[in-house]
């Protein structure tokens, strides 16, 4: 395995701010607790967590349920066991996305696993966790995954379960249409462990939630990842002081938010997460459908229905199973039920993060570190070989398909054609400098005339290569070809390959050693985007 660092300046649709995290985090310290490559501060992050005893042992009590009833790997249960005798955690989660979701949801979970690591090991005894995202309501966003085809495709796969408009993931049930899916996806896996994971974990009855922890609990048996669902009533029992809290605060956390999105926009940035006068943090359940709780007036509404604050203050008191936190107050809630080290986030998560400081400092008293998970782009052997013949870096390959296409073609043209259109291009520039300098002793107005004539005629001569390279394309299909290839692989669908492409195909592929790979690959002190020669 050959790994290369390739700075995110270079990745497509990297933010201002992400970038300033990674790289100028002078800019941005006001937002942020703790520098990302940063470790000095684990000992003195641990004294600011007050996590009592009591609410420790009924987690533990809850994790080791719920892992157990996903076939827990007994590394597993042992870290609950390390849990349950004050260790601290490391914290990552995602949606729970058909099939495993994409590659950065292995890669988060790798990233919290070795900083857990790293912390036990410098003396802060610490268990990795992964939080199930399922009280998200978009299922549109988890109903779908694409995986890479035999053939270099991409064969796409959406689930027909559904559960009542806006439904939780956590009642989203797969029916028996579940099972053929599974077995197409299947096929595609030549590993028969992973695909075996893959059968074992979507199964008629099962929940998005619940098929992605069997399948998280089968793929990383041996690291101890500690799964958690966010649905469970139990959790939602011990999270009911942090949901009245938010209710009662609604106002001057607003007000916070709001003034926090000002600070961001005057540095720069962008607020990630909308924030209008009548938001609260919270959504409530109504009638099967999760729906935002709004401010109005002096009190609440959900959905039709009108709450007075002391209403809705016994409403969470009586039934906090049906209360559930935003994106801004979800990491909160996380880290009152879980006495949290460090959460581990992608590039969207550090900004929700930017705007959830206040309100961590609001109902927390502290502010929970974040810090970057591993990104990668994973290079199989039969890419590299395309990438070598056509001398490309995989960052020249982050561009539209079509211009993929023509790039390669041009690097595919007959060696005298190339020659040529090089050799007339270096004799106009020789040129146009000679006529130039002639020009400027002449009568030096006249430079900026030549200096556009020039650009003229660079503009025709690259014009023309361009056609040269069409006309390549269309003769010859195996450029066409290559050119999919590649832009499936590394830049499917615009977007970074670890957006698009399930984490499946590739342990399908290389078997779930491969997270060894990776794992070895997940430098938690550099602040690049790996490529992963495979």
């Known amino acids: 395995m050959e790994s290369h660092c390739l700075s995110f300046q270079q990745i497509p649709h990297s933010t201002p701010l992400f970038l300033d995290y990674l790289y100028h985090f002078d ?122 085809g035999a053939d270099g495709a991409l064969a796409p796969f959406t689930t027909s379960a559904r559960g009542p408009e806006d ?28 695909a075996g994971f893959l059968r074992e974990s979507y199964r008629a009855g099962e929940t998005l939630g619940s098929a992605f922890a069997k ?58 997460v909308k924030v209008t006068p009548s938001s609260t943090l919270l959504f409530a359940l109504k009638e099967g459908s999760r729906v935002a709780v709004h401010r109005v007036n002096d009190g609440f ?16 008191s009586q039934r906090p199973q049906e209360f559930s936190a935003n994106v801004l107050l979800r990491p909160i809630v996380e880290d009152y039920l879980l006495p949290t080290l460090a959460y581990v986030g992608g590039p969207a998560e550090i900004a929700y993060f930017a705007q959830a400081a206040v309100v961590y400092e609001e ?19 039969r890419i590299h070989r395309v990438l070598e013949r056509y ?8 561009i539209d398909p079509e211009n ?12 005298d054609v190339n020659t040529t259109f090089d050799a007339a291009t270096q004799a106009l520039q020789a040129a146009m400098g000679s006529i130039q300098s002639a020009l400027a002793r002449l009568d030096p107005t006249l430079v900026e005339a030549s200096e556009r004539a020039a650009s003229k005629i660079h503009y025709q001569l690259d014009r023309l290569r361009e056609r040269a390279a069409r006309a390549q394309l269309r003769r010859s299909e195996e450029t066409a070809a290559h050119a999919a290839s590649l832009s499936n692989s590394l830049f499917p669908q615009k977007e970074p390959q670890e957006r698009v492409i399930g984490a499946m195909s590739f342990l399908g592929r290389y078997g779930t050693q491969l997270l060894l790979t990776l794992y070895d690959a997940a430098k938690t002190e550099c602040p690049d985007h790996q490529v992963v020669y495979l």
């Open 167 to 194: 439904a939780p993931m956590s009642a989203v049930r797969f029916g028996p249409e579940i099972e053929a899916q599974t077995e197409e996806a299947s096929r595609l896996l030549s590993d028969p462990e992973a």
């Open 215 to 272: 399948l998280f609990s089968r793929l990383f048996a041996h690291s101890g990842v500690i799964l958690i669902d966010a649905s469970d009533p139990e959790l939602h029992a011990l999270a009911e002081s942090v949901y009245r809290a938010a209710a009662l605060a609604a106002r001057d956390l607003g007000d916070a938010l709001l003034e926090r999105g000002r600070e961001l926009e005057a540095a720069g940035y962008h607020a990630q």
């Open 404 to 415: 993929l296409r023509l790039r390669i073609a041009e690097r595919a043209l007959p060696g």
């Open 27 to 148: 800019r941005v310290q006001r937002f942020f607790p703790r520098a990302p490559f940063a470790r000095d501060w684990p000992k003195e992050e641990v004294s600011r967590v007050h996590y009592d005893a009591t609410r420790r042992e009924r987690v533990a009590a809850i994790l080791e349920r719920q892992n157990r009833a996903w076939g827990a790997s007994q590394e597993t249960l042992d870290n609950i066991a390390r849990f349950r005798g004050g260790a601290s955690v490391v914290v990552t989660g995602q949606q729970v996305t058909l099939f495993g979701g994409p590659l950065f949801s292995i890669y988060k979970a790798l990233t919290a696993i070795k900083l857990a690591t790293e912390f036990t090991h410098g003396g802060q005894e610490c268990v990795p966790v992964f939080w199930l995202a399922t009280e998200d309501h978009d299922l549109a966003e988890v109903n779908h995954i694409s995986l890479l």
């Open 301 to 316: 509404s959900i959905a039709d229905e009108k709450l007075t604050a002391e209403q809705l203050q016994e409403r969470i």
């Open 363 to 381: 109902l927390l008293g502290r502010v929970t570190p974040i810090l970057p998970r591993l990104s990668a782009t994973l290079v199989e052997p």
């Open 391 to 398: 001398q490309l870096s995989p960052a020249e390959t982050f």
